[in-house]
């Protein structure tokens, strides 16, 4: 656990960057940081590594102050990842990896040996190892800067906006492999992102900060949606603020029809959901039976409510294809059931 202690940082010419921030990081959860450009999110992540120090209150690991812990000595126990990777250019991706562990003073074959499981881990091919930083894509660098993070093994990652300089593609997929190894790692994380859907995304608990280093809101981000604290969060937040909510809200709770004909919930025209091996093949109408229209499906029970709304506006029916996690139908979510599942989400 990472606490915050009525922390302030007062930069020497007079800029209170951070001000008495209080806040907890739990152990094995992602605490984001998230806020506008110059509300001290930078200030307050290198406050906890002592790469900055604070100018008031106290920042504890596990109840220790780190003021009182030698720097290198909290660094060792602290992965650090920044935008843009921050790779040595002149070093091999292996030995970029290996950085922490050669400074430990692990013999070479070790650390190269963990530099190469850690390759794999964060999902690159074990040949991009004898390559320079410069012949990798912006994606795959940032990849190879969470696996020198990760080379020590340490509990804690501090991450500043790491996937910020990547196009969205790549950002989604390098957001999922962190998720995916944090499912694996659990590590105390602490993650600096100017941008709410990726905060939301990554997330356990999100910390909103406000210009002036101020916090205004943490909290999971299903209450930060449905109970944001004022009206900067709300702004924060964006429009899309009732769409979103709907993405933690299971699918699970739908009632299902699971007769696939004559689905009129849409209009007048009755609906009919064709299905081959068990899997959906498309909608056909009566006048045009012969015509097989797009479906949306959704993963019912494992995908949300957003996912389930999302496909329903892709059928022509109005209906959602429910399907399994092999992709075969298990029934029809129509747009009554979703009206009513709609209402209840809106009661909170
Ligand atoms: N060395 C410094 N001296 C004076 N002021 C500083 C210094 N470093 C940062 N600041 C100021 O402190 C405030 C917080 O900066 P910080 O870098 O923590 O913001 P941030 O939230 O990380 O912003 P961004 O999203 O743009 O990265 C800003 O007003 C910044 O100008
Ligand atoms: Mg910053």
Redesign the pocket.
Same mark, same amino acid.
């Given at each position: 656990m990472i606490t915050f202690d009525a922390v302030t940082k007062r930069y020497p010419d007079g800029t209170v960057a951070v001000d008495r921030l209080d806040l907890e990081a739990p152990t094995g959860e992602i605490t984001v940081l998230v806020g506008p450009?110059g509300c001290g999110? #930078? #200030?307050s992540?290198r406050m906890i590594n002592r790469m900055i120090d604070a100018s008031e209150g106290q920042i504890l690991l596990d109840g220790t102050p780190v003021q009182g812990i030698d720097p290198p000595t909290l660094r060792r126990g602290i992965g650090y990842v920044i935008q843009q990777a921050g790779l040595f250019p002149h070093r091999k991706i292996v030995d970029n990896i290996a950085t922490v562990p050669y400074l430990l003073g692990w013999d070479k074959k070790k650390a190269r040996a963990r530099a190469m499981e850690l390759l794999e881990r964060v999902g690159l091919d074990p040949a991009l190892a004898g390559r320079y930083p410069f012949q990798l894509s912006g994606g795959q660098q940032q990849r190879v800067g969470v696996a020198r993070a990760l080379a020590a093994d340490p509990p804690v990652l501090l991450m500043?906006?790491p996937f910020s300089a990547v196009d969205p593609i790549v950002r989604t997929s390098l957001q999922d492999e962190l998720l995916r190894l944090q499912s694996e790692l659990n590590k105390t994380i602490v993650f600096?992102t100017?941008d709410i859907d990726e905060a939301i995304k990554l997330g356990d608990r999100v910390a909103v900060l406000r210009v002036g280093g101020k916090l205004a809101q943490i909290a999971a981000p299903k209450t930060l949606l449905s109970e944001p604290a004022d009206d900067f969060v709300k702004e924060f937040l964006g429009h899309d603020r009732g769409i979103r909510r709907l993405q933690f809200i299971s699918t699970g709770g739908l009632r299902l029809r699971t007769d696939l004909t004559g689905l009129t919930d849409a209009g007048d025209e009755p609906w009919r959901l064709v299905v081959e091996d068990g899997r959906p093949t498309g909608w056909v109408s009566r006048d045009r039976p012969d015509e097989l229209e797009p479906y949306g499906t959704f993963v019912y029970g494992r995908d949300s409510m957003r996912t389930a709304l999302d496909a329903a506006l892709l059928s022509p029916s109005g209906c959602a294809v429910a399907v399994d996690e092999q992709g075969k139908v298990v029934g029809v979510a129509t747009r009554e059931t979703l009206d009513q599942a709609l209402a209840e989400a809106a009661d909170g």
């Amino acid at each position: 656990m990472i606490t915050f202690d009525a922390v302030t940082k007062r930069y020497p010419d007079g800029t209170v960057a951070v001000d008495r921030l209080d806040l907890e990081a739990p152990t094995g959860e992602i605490t984001v940081l998230v806020g506008p450009s110059g509300c001290g999110k #930078t #200030t307050s992540l290198r406050m906890i590594n002592r790469m900055i120090d604070a100018s008031e209150g106290q920042i504890l690991l596990d109840g220790t102050p780190v003021q009182g812990i030698d720097p290198p000595t909290l660094r060792r126990g602290i992965g650090y990842v920044i935008q843009q990777a921050g790779l040595f250019p002149h070093r091999k991706i292996v030995d970029n990896i290996a950085t922490v562990p050669y400074l430990l003073g692990w013999d070479k074959k070790k650390a190269r040996a963990r530099a190469m499981e850690l390759l794999e881990r964060v999902g690159l091919d074990p040949a991009l190892a004898g390559r320079y930083p410069f012949q990798l894509s912006g994606g795959q660098q940032q990849r190879v800067g969470v696996a020198r993070a990760l080379a020590a093994d340490p509990p804690v990652l501090l991450m500043d906006e790491p996937f910020s300089a990547v196009d969205p593609i790549v950002r989604t997929s390098l957001q999922d492999e962190l998720l995916r190894l944090q499912s694996e790692l659990n590590k105390t994380i602490v993650f600096v992102t100017h941008d709410i859907d990726e905060a939301i995304k990554l997330g356990d608990r999100v910390a909103v900060l406000r210009v002036g280093g101020k916090l205004a809101q943490i909290a999971a981000p299903k209450t930060l949606l449905s109970e944001p604290a004022d009206d900067f969060v709300k702004e924060f937040l964006g429009h899309d603020r009732g769409i979103r909510r709907l993405q933690f809200i299971s699918t699970g709770g739908l009632r299902l029809r699971t007769d696939l004909t004559g689905l009129t919930d849409a209009g007048d025209e009755p609906w009919r959901l064709v299905v081959e091996d068990g899997r959906p093949t498309g909608w056909v109408s009566r006048d045009r039976p012969d015509e097989l229209e797009p479906y949306g499906t959704f993963v019912y029970g494992r995908d949300s409510m957003r996912t389930a709304l999302d496909a329903a506006l892709l059928s022509p029916s109005g209906c959602a294809v429910a399907v399994d996690e092999q992709g075969k139908v298990v029934g029809v979510a129509t747009r009554e059931t979703l009206d009513q599942a709609l209402a209840e989400a809106a009661d909170g």
